[in-house]
C-alpha cells in the first residue's frame, strides 16, 4: 500500500508535519538516552528496538555522546559483525550498555539475545 499524495486543497505545504515529526524523534531519543543512562546506574544493560535503520545511526551517536557503550545492529553490516554485537551483549562481563537495531535485522539474520536481556 503506497501513502497517498499530498493534496494542496487541505494544507498548502506538508513542511509544518516534517519538523514536528523531527522534533518528536530528537524528543523520544533524548528520553532514551535518559532512560538508557537510569537503567545503566542501576547496573542494567538496554535493548533498543527502532523502526528503521536511519533512526537507530544518530540514536546510537547519541548514546556514544552520553558516554554509553552503545553498538548498533544493522541490516548493513555482515552476519559475523552483527553476531559479534549481539554475542559480547550477551556476555554479562562484556562492557556493553545499550544494543540498538530493528526488527528486520532479527528476522533477515535469526539473531537471538540470551540472558543478558532479561
Known sequence: ???????PSLSESLQPLIELDK???????E???HAASMLKSQGK???IFVRE???ALP?????RASGLSSHQVATVWTEEECARIVYNFNDASHPADVVI???ATFKDLGL???GACL
Do not use: G, I, S
Request: aromatic content about 8%.
Open 101 to 103: 537495531t530493528t526488527f
Open 23 to 29: 522534533a518528536v524523534l530528537v524528543q523520544k531519543m
Open 31 to 33: 528520553h532514551a538516552v
Open 112 to 114: 537471538k539475545f540470551y
Open 59 to 63: 540514536l546510537n551517536e547519541r548514546m
Open 53 to 55: 535503520n536511519a533512526t
Open 1 to 7: 500500500m503506497e501513502p497517498r499524495p499530498h493534496d
Open 45 to 47: 544493560r538496554v535493548l
